[in-house]
């Protein structure tokens, strides 16, 4: 049960890493931003590079990932605080 709750932790805290993410600030200086990501002249949707697939989990994170990850937070600090 221990390695379970672990296991939470570790993904609950790469996705918050993930979605903290400034795209103007950070993302942009390590040309990971969507907005610098060109894929190349008639590259379709299933020739995309590893970098594209990147830019592409990004902003998937960080757009379907945000309200669930209010509720899991504050479940979590709820679990921390009480049962600690």
Known sequence: MLLFG????VSVLLVNA???LS????LA?????????DPAFGAGPD???AK??????IASVRTLMRI????INTLI???ELVLG
Do not use: C, H, T, W
Request: glycine share 2%; no cysteine.
């Open 29 to 37: 200086r390590i040309n990971l931003s969507s907005a610098s990501y």
């Open 68 to 71: 669930p990850l209010i509720a």
């Open 6 to 9: 672990n296991l939470i932790y």
């Open 77 to 79: 600090i709820i679990y």
């Open 23 to 26: 795209e103007d600030r950070f």
């Open 47 to 49: 020739s995309q590079s």
């Open 18 to 20: 993930i979605a903290i």
């Open 52 to 57: 594209g697939k990147v830019i592409n989990l």
